[in-house]
């Protein structure tokens, strides 16, 4: 780290101690010092674009918001990424996480840091998937989710890492569950009783989806022929709903 001392405004900080991931990610919280926090991975980049296209963006409203970059885990799609003047933004609804974590990784979230500490940061109760527990309740508690529709801006890797292993793993499809289950109450009982069948559906899916995480070519599909078709149908309804309350705002990137 000596070789960027003379950066400005760069402060690197080492703990004494490891403090999980919930323990270190809420340490950023802690030790930043902007009005606005970008969380990356170790092992993750961000496009040189990134941060005057998140800039235009915060600027463009003064509501609480979580802000998602668009992301690509292929490489060459993300060093190939041009200049870009203009960006589309989608509002995310609870709808998104009916079936699954819409957002995805948090390569690259924006967030107010004041926000982050209100809602009480991340909960390690729901590790491995602490980053989807807190999406949720950014949105239960009223915090605009949007995501940043556009060339790649940020690059996710997942490398030979704890993040394959099989406790991990095993431990995601768990608590998958559990988060799925809590977010479920806040839907009306009527709502609750007509996606049950589609809860379960989504849950073989998941499971067999993390048993495969490796080896793509030892996946399989999990459904029966009638539990497909119900995927299909339920999967139809939302994407109405979700089109039929979209409200696309378009921000112009100068150059």
Not at 95 to 112: D, L, T
Not at 219 to 226: A, D, I, Q
């Amino acid at each position: 780290m000596d070789a960027y001392r003379s950066i400005p405004n760069l402060r690197y900080y080492k703990n004494s101690r490891n403090l999980g991931m919930a323990g270190n990610w809420n340490r950023l919280c802690q030790l930043a010092k902007g009005e606005w926090m970008v969380m990356l991975h170790d092992d993750d980049m961000l496009s040189p674009a990134f941060l005057k296209i998140m800039s235009e963006v915060i600027r463009s409203s003064d509501r609480q918001r979580l802000i998602f970059p668009t992301f690509t885990m292929d490489y060459d799609t993300f060093a190939k990424t041009d200049e870009i003047t203009e960006v589309t933004l989608e509002k995310v609804r609870k709808w998104h996480f009916v079936s699954r974590n819409y957002i995805g990784a948090p390569v690259g979230m924006c967030v107010k840091r004041e926000t982050a500490i209100h809602l009480g940061g991340f909960d390690a109760t729901y590790y491995p998937p602490i980053d989807q527990a807190f999406y949720i309740k950014c949105l239960l508690s009223g915090v605009e989710i949007i995501r940043i529709l556009s060339e790649p801006i940020a690059y996710y890797r997942i490398l030979v890492n704890v993040s394959l292993s099989d406790e991990t793993i095993n431990g995601c499809t768990f608590q998958h569950v559990n988060i799925r289950n809590e977010f479920y109450r806040h839907f009306p009982a009527i709502t609750r009783l007509i996606l049950k069948p589609y809860r379960k559906i989504c849950y073989k899916l998941y499971a067999e989806m993390n048993n495969s995480h490796v080896e793509r070519r030892t996946r399989r599909w999990p459904l029966s022929k009638f539990e497909t078709f119900l995927h299909l149908i339920y999967g139809n309804i939302f994407s109405r709903i979700l089109m039929r309350n979209k409200h696309p705002e378009k921000i112009h990137i100068p150059r």
